[in-house]
């Protein structure tokens, strides 16, 4: 491996360096940083040579959560390496109590040379940072939670991470998109009829929608998605499970008319729906939350017609609290082999669900999260190891497994 050119080796540990994130609908936009995976961290020290190369994953994405942070950087003169590598930077709202820490992170700004977006987690009467960072050369973007003050009128840099639609809160937001600002998220809670004005936000990606029991029909979000012509992802988020049901959008239809052939359609539900858009008029279904009802006795049949009705979907959560029928892990491994596209599997409130032959799999361990020997301790006595070697082998593509399995015995 060491014979390897360096861009031969910065490509390979590119594939491994950063944890990838899971597209939830938790109503908020995905974070920009980057999570170093403990793999990276191992081979940053086996030597000198795969150090040097490892930096720039190490260091490209910086969290700043704490003013001892900020010190740190300022005190073991690490300058030299933020300004090679660092082109994320999320400053966190803990960082915002101390009056120290922003001053010697502003002093520390003009050190990050290669900076390109910043995440500003802090509250409005920080105007000195965001004036310092907006002011930065080398930032284009920079993301934050709240609107900005009335007073920084250049806002060409910033982007506001999720707005709802509320007034007074509506026409504030539209005056700051007029002084240049970008909207990442736009969040509806239970839009009204196809009558309804549709908004247009320059620069839009994506929209979340809360659904009630007011009807939407297909022409009310092509009309939406032709409004605004840069967004890319539309989450459907149906908290009653009454809209998936009686659905009329175009391009989920043929599912659930064959999810009703097959007598399947009062055994699951879905929560939520992401769907994304390639070209201007290609949209497709790439998330789906399936909760399974007390009367699911058919997994198999549920996760099949899934695979074949959305060939493009990249992420699946899939929910059995409800259920009160177990499955065969190796059956549930072998239908996920049909997702050829699947990057992120979600389990939740799976382990009383699974057996492996006759025999369900063992019970979470109890542990404490934030002890990581313990989690390691849960890892090997629940078995997690071997049920998830088992999916990663049938699915090919995936690229994150996450298990939550709160509701049992155990937790983790």
């Known amino acids: ?148 003050h009335e007073s920084i009128y250049d806002l060409s840099k910033v982007i506001l991470r999720e707005a709802s639609l509320f007034p007074p809160f509506s026409l504030y937001l539209e005056r700051c998109m007029n002084r240049g600002m970008r909207l990442a998220c736009l969040t509806f809670i239970e839009p009204g009829s196809s009558n309804d004005k549709l908004p247009h936000f320059e620069g839009l990606d994506g929209i979340h929608i809360i659904l009630g029991f007011d009807h939407i029909s297909s022409s009310w979000l092509s009309a939406l998605s032709s409004t605004n012509p840069s967004l890319k992802e539309i989450w459907l988020l149906d908290c009653h499970h009454v809209f998936f049901a009686a659905t009329t959008i175009t391009l989920m239809s043929s599912f659930f008319e064959e999810s009703q052939r097959q007598n399947l359609n009062e055994k699951f539900a879905i929560d939520c729906a992401c769907l994304h858009r390639s070209t201007i008029q290609d949209w497709h279904v790439v998330g789906l939350t399936i909760c399974t009802t007390p009367a699911s006795t058919s997994l198999v049949e549920i996760l099949t017609l899934i695979a074949s009705s959305f060939p493009k979907l990249e992420a699946l959560t899939l929910n059995l609290y409800l259920c009160a029928n177990t499955f065969d892990v190796d059956d549930l491994a072998d239908v996920l082999a049909c997702f050829s596209s699947l990057r992120v599997l979600k389990l939740e409130e799976a382990f009383k669900r699974l057996r492996s032959g006759s025999r369900c799999l063992p019970t979470v361990c109890r542990v404490n999260p934030r002890r990581t020997p313990n989690i390691l301790a849960a890892h090997e006595a629940s078995g997690l190891s071997a049920f998830t070697s088992r999916v990663r082998k049938k699915v090919s593509s995936l690229e994150a497994f996450y298990i939550d399995d709160t509701y049992s015995d155990g937790f983790l």
């Not at 922003?102 to 509250?123: A, D, T």
Request: proline share 5%; charged share 20%.
């Open 1 to 148: 491996m060491m014979l390897l050119p360096n861009e031969l080796l910065e490509s390979i540990i590119d594939l491994l360096a950063y944890t990838p994130t899971f597209p939830d609908s938790d109503y908020s936009l995905k974070t920009q940083l980057r999570q170093a995976t403990p793999e990276l961290h191992a081979l940053s020290v086996v030597n000198w040579h795969l150090r040097q190369i490892s930096l720039r994953f190490l260091f490209a994405n910086i969290k700043m959560n704490s003013p001892k942070y900020v010190e740190m950087l300022r005190d073991h003169c690490y300058t030299a390496i933020l300004s090679r590598f660092t082109k994320t930077l999320v400053i966190s709202y803990s960082l915002g109590y101390s009056e120290e820490g922003i001053r010697i992170l502003s002093h520390l700004l003009p050190n990050f040379k290669q900076l390109s977006c910043v995440e500003l987690r802090l509250s409005n009467d920080r105007i000195a940072l965001l004036d310092a960072i907006l002011a930065h050369p080398t930032v284009s973007s920079v993301l934050v939670d709240q609107l900005p």
